[in-house]
């Protein structure tokens, strides 16, 4: 069984840093692409980066261009995401995800919480 | 970027009636549209991958369809479990996009 499970989340000031993680388990983690997705609260769904199972390809959406970083260890069966300069309006539940059935997002983690606040 | 407008943004609706949901890209898409169902506090659940492929697990009374810009979710028969909130979301190119997202209700 496919499980993602997030972690690394909660209360960061404005300008804060912060690692988010996903430890993958029940398939060969090496071989698929993954991808970060967020929410904030009582909003829409929002997705955020994306890495090939290999690393070495990246895309990141505009509004965190610059300041999140996508990683992955493969050795350890685990996703990242380096989140640097943290703002207000990154305030959001994280997901990672796992392509399934031909889409990107076919497997979801449970999410976890940021919130940027003073 | 390829942009989704999802109508409407919310609806009410009793058991039983038939709903359905629309996403407009912006841009031709082909097929490359998955329908995800989201409760309070919960991950989002797929529902239909390649605009009208039914997830295993998921009752028929779901279905998709559309390709190229329009593409439709419908719900045949409404169930008090399915009062959610539903997004399309579009994977034919990076930056992924979803549609601002219908709520359902009870009416």
């Known amino acids: 069984e496919v499980q993602l499970v997030e972690s690394g989340g909660g209360l960061v000031q404005p300008g804060g840093s912060l690692r988010l993680s996903c430890a993958a388990s029940?398939?060969?983690?090496?071989?698929?692409?993954m991808n970060w997705v967020r929410q904030a609260p009582g909003k829409g769904l929002e997705w955020v980066s994306y890495?090939?199972?290999?690393?070495?390809?990246?895309y990141d959406a505009d509004s965190v261009k610059g300041r999140f970083s996508i990683s992955r260890d493969n050795a350890k069966n685990s996703l990242y995401l380096q989140m640097n300069s943290l703002r207000d309006e990154d305030t959001a539940v994280y997901y990672c995800?796992?392509?399934?059935?031909?889409?990107?997002?076919?497997?979801w983690g449970q999410g976890t919480l940021v919130t940027v606040s003073s | 970027d390829i942009q989704m407008t999802q109508s409407p943004s919310s609806l009410s609706a009793s058991v039983g009636d038939r709903v359905t949901i629309t996403c407009r890209a912006s841009?031709?898409?082909?097929?490359?549209l998955g329908w995800y169902q989201q409760k309070s506090g919960k991950a989002p659940k797929r529902l239909i991958y390649?605009?009208?492929s039914l997830q295993s697990g998921v009752p028929s009374r779901f279905s998709g369809s559309g390709s190229g810009t329009e593409f439709t979710l419908t719900i045949s028969s409404l169930q008090p479990e399915d009062f959610a909130t539903y997004y399309c979301?579009?994977?034919?190119?990076?930056?992924?996009?979803f549609g601002g997202g219908t709520k359902v209700e009870i009416k």
């Open positions: 841009q031709g898409i082909g097929n490359d």
């Open positions: 979301l579009q994977h034919n190119s990076y930056p992924l996009t």
């Open positions: 995800a796992r392509v399934g059935s031909g889409s990107p997002l076919g497997y």
């Open positions: 890495i090939s199972s290999t690393g070495t390809t990246i």
């Open positions: 029940g398939f060969t983690f090496s071989t698929y692409s």
């Open positions: 390649a605009a009208s």
